[in-house]
């Protein structure tokens, strides 16, 4: 019996004995070997396997607490600023004032218009004046445009003066001549830009006119006009069928300032000068000047859609002036268009535009006498500050010559 179980415990040490063998060779598998010690440059470098940790070199500097930048640490960070870009502001010009603009415009508009003053002293300079001289003073009239019915009345008028003159020195003509051409241009007619509202509102101006007669332009001008006399304006851009007028006008307000409310191209102008009226109350302006589309006259729908506009902005209040911009070189042409203008919208006052650049000067008064409104702004260039109120007397001084 104890032979037995000496067997049974020999076995089992034997059996404990070959496990911790097994589990030795296991546990003492061969290390990778280890790296060189001097790196082969011509390899590529090893690339990390999932799992690597990264580790920082041993031969770097180790950072302290305060050096590393930590949520909630006393030191600072370090911040490098980076210069913020300047955007410069478009310089508001300061317009000329518009008092005696006109006089100082004067020699510019002499060398233009002086032709029809000196032509008809020459005539009427002359010893006897027979119906022969007097068909060729009518001719020199007729010839600037100021109108048949106009050109008769004067003819008349200088017939009989020159009758009782008698003896005539050139001083005397030129002041028989210069009284008889502020007559006929109307001086007692009111040439203000009409901009103050009787109402708690802006003074609204609308300008309309054709294709190519400068009335963007005259628009921006007429508002350095009143920024000039102190005036603050809002610029309504209801030109929406002629490509870029609307940033044109926005460039011209710019420059002094004003502001332009605009809409997309070929949008509905009626609605652009809806709210152009509604903002300048808002921002309490003195004055909204509303830019209308060139309206060619022959096309009744384009007319219509103008007098749309005007009733469209008289419903936030009635407007205070309709200007028809004119171009002066196109003569008889543009009273045709003044008609049909007139027709349309009820015009208060004209501006002649490109005066300085012909010598019929006498659409001033043929215009007038169509309309029976006044010529209230003349352009004599392409200055910025070329757009000035008309004087008669700087007006006919200028045609006659000093």
Do not use: Y
Request: hydrophobic share 40%; net charge negative; no cysteine.
């Amino acid at each position: 019996m104890e032979t037995v179980i000496l067997a049974v415990v020999i076995a089992v040490v034997v059996i404990g004995a070959l496990g911790g063998l097994v589990i030795g060779s296991r546990r003492k598998k061969p290390l990778p070997p280890a790296p060189p010690t001097t790196p082969d440059i011509t390899a590529p470098p090893a690339e990390p396997h999932i799992g690597d940790e990264a580790e920082i070199p041993h031969d770097e500097e180790r950072r302290t607490i305060e050096e590393v930048d930590l949520p909630g640490g006393s030191a600072a960070p370090v911040v490098v600023e980076e210069p913020e870009p300047v955007f410069e502001a478009p310089a508001i010009e300061i317009p000329e004032p518009t008092a005696g603009r006109l006089v100082r415009l004067r020699a510019r508009l002499s060398r233009s218009q002086n032709a029809l003053g000196k032509g008809l002293l020459t005539l009427l300079s002359r010893e006897h004046l027979d119906e022969d001289t007097w068909e060729e003073i009518e001719d020199t009239l007729l010839t600037a445009d100021v109108g048949v019915q106009p050109t008769q009345e004067l003819v008349e008028r200088l017939r009989e003066r020159v009758k009782v003159l008698g003896t005539r020195t050139p001083d005397e003509l030129r002041t028989l001549l210069r009284e008889e051409l502020l007559q006929l241009l109307v001086p007692e007619f009111d040439r203000t830009v009409k901009t103050d509202s009787n109402l708690d509102t802006p003074g609204i101006v609308m300008v309309v006119g054709v294709n190519g007669t400068g009335k963007t332009t005259t628009t921006g001008k007429l508002a350095r006009v009143l920024v000039a006399d102190g005036k603050n304006v809002v610029l309504g851009a209801a030109d929406t069928f002629r490509a870029a007028a609307a940033d044109q006008l926005q460039t011209w307000g710019e420059r002094v300032g004003a502001r332009t409310v605009r809409g997309p191209e070929g949008g509905d102008p009626a609605s652009i000068a809806f709210d152009a009226v509604k903002e300048g109350i808002e921002e309490g302006a003195d004055v909204v000047l509303i830019d209308t589309a060139g309206r060619l006259h022959t096309k009744t729908g384009l007319m219509d859609e103008l007098g749309k506009v005007k009733r469209v902005v008289e419903k936030h209040a009635p407007l205070d002036e309709v200007l028809l911009v004119l171009d002066a070189t196109t003569g008889q042409n543009g009273l045709v268009q003044a008609r049909v203008f007139a027709e349309v919208v009820d015009i208060t006052g004209i501006v002649l535009t490109k005066l300085d650049g012909t010598a019929k000067g006498g659409i001033v008064i043929a215009v007038q006498r169509e309309l029976g409104v006044p010529v209230k702004l003349v352009g004599l260039g392409e200055g910025a500050d070329d757009l000035a109120p008309f004087e008669p007397e700087a007006f006919v001084d200028a045609l006659i010559g000093e």
